[in-house]
């Protein structure tokens, strides 16, 4: 799997978009893209994902750039509660497409 | 539905005792994942099942881990005998294999092994 690297932490103000950047330069062609977040003493929760279009659900927008070397995940009126780490993996569809590789992410925190 | 349920959400044992963890993934997933997580080395996947068919264990650390899945609604990780470097939070996930590759992860048991 390719890897992917991400800032280690990013603040955003309430009611303001987070966008959270993410480099996967090595990635492949049939590889996915996907976020995860995860809160506190939570699991892991997940948010997005996509190929090279971008998507767009209940929680967030992710823009993949067209040379598919990064993209960003877009929170559009982030709230307190979406104070986490996020985590942008990249994901085989193929023969091993069970596998979740988490890195470090991003803490991010949404102040008052 | 519940979601994927774990238990216990907290264990303190004493070294050298065994240790069993506990998961029930939401009905109807044919996929169960255990993870673990710790501050120096992140969430780390441990084994997969698929169909309670173990397929990937590459993840178990060593023979004091073994995790079972007997039936599609229950699985348990065992550490025996369990060491205070075991000490983390073991997640639980399960996922339906659709093509959207969605895993739910259950809230955690922590182990602190003393």
């Known amino acids: 799997d390719a890897k992917t690297t991400q800032p280690t932490s990013m603040d955003c103000a309430e009611g303001r978009a987070a966008n959270l950047p993410c480099n996967h330069s090595t990635i492949s062609g049939n590889e996915y893209v996907y976020w995860y977040r995860q809160i506190h003493s939570q699991g892991p929760q997940y948010i997005i994902h996509?190929?090279?279009n971008n998507e767009t659900n209940e929680m967030a927008s992710l823009i993949i750039t067209e040379d598919r070397k990064s993209s960003t995940l877009i929170l559009p009126h982030a709230t307190l509660r979406d104070t986490a780490v996020y985590y942008c993996?990249?994901?085989?569809?193929?023969?091993?497409?069970?596998?979740?590789?988490f890195g470090k992410g991003t803490l991010l925190t949404v102040n008052p | 539905d519940a979601g994927v349920i774990q238990s216990p959400r907290h264990e303190v044992t004493e070294m050298g005792q065994e240790v069993t963890l506990r998961c029930k993934p939401i009905?109807?997933?044919?996929?169960l994942f255990w993870y673990r997580q710790t501050m120096m080395r992140g969430l780390e996947l441990l084994i997969y099942f698929n169909n309670n068919v173990p397929i990937d264990d590459s993840g178990m650390p060593e023979d004091r881990f073994s995790a079972k899945m007997p039936n599609a609604s229950f699985s348990t990780l065992k550490i025996q005998p369990s060491e205070p470097r075991d000490s983390a939070v073991y997640f639980c996930a399960s996922s339906s294999g659709d093509y959207t590759g969605e895993l739910f992860f259950g809230e955690g048991s922590r182990l602190t092994v003393l």
């Open positions: 993996i990249v994901r085989d569809s193929g023969g091993s497409n069970y596998k979740l590789t």
């Open positions: 996509g190929l090279k």
């Open positions: 009905s109807g997933h044919n996929s």
